[in-house]
């Protein structure tokens, strides 16, 4: 993880003070138009018996040579804040010009989402992903929407999507801010990719399962 972390300067970590939004915007205003694509995505979190699984908004360039950059990321402290949390989002597309909001339409993610919608943000810039097992073939499959489920959105093949992830920050092809991890009490963000797991699993007939998955208590909403 700490090779990855070729951006320069940093602003982010635990859920930090929105004065340092304001100095990563003025640090890339002069070259955040350089992007191709600005995605913002967004990993809602539901509490947990523990309180460590926390919604985790991150904003996404893609560079004119295929990098992904990791620019700006934080930890939204009220899980249970619908509404709120679905503000903070606009608020993060708007003042970073993205061209796409990707989210987790599953549990509550639709109803962010709506509020997003109410709040301007067109529709045709939202993706919504639901995670899923293994699909069969191909990472990701659109679902049109019927009259029984008027939204269209993606399935995403969970394991693999991780595994490619993963992979890719291994290689440098997704850079990241300053590694953010001090200590127990203050974790960061970047420490979270550690607490994923990937298990093998023979089965009797073809090929071998592969379950990628956290570790007990531990947070891993940088997925």
């Known amino acids: 993880m700490r090779h990855s972390t070729a951006l320069p300067k940093p602003p982010a970590g635990q859920p930090v003070p929105e004065s340092h939004m304001w100095l990563t915007l003025r640090m890339l205003l002069p070259y955040l138009w350089n992007y191709r694509l600005r995605?913002?995505?967004?990993?809602?979190?539901?509490?947990?018996?523990?309180?460590?699984?926390?919604?985790?908004?991150?904003?996404l360039g893609l560079t004119p040579d295929g990098m992904i950059d990791v620019i700006y990321a934080r930890k939204l402290p009220n899980p249970m804040d619908h509404i709120g949390e679905a503000r903070e989002c606009r608020r993060l597309f708007d003042r970073f010009r993205c061209h796409l909001f990707a989210h987790d339409y599953t549990g509550a993610g639709h109803i962010r989402e709506t509020v997003m919608i109410q709040s301007g943000l067109p529709r045709e810039r939202i993706m919504p992903m639901w995670y899923m097992g293994h699909l069969g073939?191909?990472?990701?499959?659109?679902?049109?929407a019927t009259p029984q489920s008027p939204r269209a959105y993606y399935e995403l093949d969970k394991t693999q999507s991780l595994q490619n992830t993963c992979y890719s920050i291994k290689l440098g092809g997704v850079r990241f801010f300053k590694y953010d991890h001090i200590d127990a009490q203050r974790p960061g963000l970047l420490h979270d990719f550690l607490a994923l797991v990937e298990e093998k699993s023979p089965r009797a007939y073809g090929s071998d399962r592969h379950i990628v998955h956290k570790k007990p208590n531990?947070?891993?909403?940088?997925?």
């Open 39 to 59: 995605v913002l995505a967004a990993d809602w979190g539901g509490g947990g018996e523990k309180g460590v699984s926390l919604t985790c908004p991150a904003i």
């Open 137 to 144: 073939s191909g990472m990701m499959r659109h679902i049109k």
């Open 218 to 223: 531990q947070c891993d909403e940088d997925r």
